[in-house]
């Protein structure tokens, strides 16, 4: 059964900085793709990076150049570093896992997903 498990939200300044984690069981970190998403108040859930085998990463326009995706194979673990932090960063943060390889930001792709952690940013 492939767990996963969110954790590093919080509040922060405008500009400041976050790392979040996924730790996951049940499944290779290094095997597939697994990605973030995100979801405000109000919007749908949008996939803003994503990490496939062979360590190839892709990230949305929102958050190119700010965010870097990473994983530890021997902590089973994915992370987000997010820098310079803006408000319109507000939203639940999602980690997710898929069967595939693939370098899609599409919601379908993934099966397994966390139950999220929150990310607040203030101006």
């Known amino acids: 059964q492939v767990q996963l498990v969110e954790s590093g939200g919080g509040s922060v300044q405008d500009g400041g900085s976050l790392r979040l984690s996924c730790v996951i069981s049940?499944?290779?970190?290094?095997?597939?793709?697994m990605a973030w998403f995100r979801q405000a108040p109000g919007k749908l859930r949008e996939g803003i990076a994503v990490?496939?085998?062979?360590?190839?990463?892709h990230y949305d326009g929102s958050v190119a150049g700010r965010f870097t995706i990473s994983r530890d194979a021997a902590k089973n673990t994915l992370y987000l570093q997010m820098n310079s932090l803006k408000p319109e960063d507000t939203a639940m943060y999602y980690c997710?896992?898929?069967?595939?390889?693939?370098?899609?930001?599409?919601?379908?792709?993934?099966?397994?997903w966390g139950q999220g952690t929150q990310v607040t940013v203030s101006s």
């Open positions: 990490i496939r085998d062979g360590g190839w990463t």
């Open positions: 997710a896992t898929s069967d595939w390889s693939s370098l899609s930001l599409s919601r379908g792709t993934y099966m397994y």
């Open positions: 049940g499944y290779t970190v290094s095997r597939y793709c």
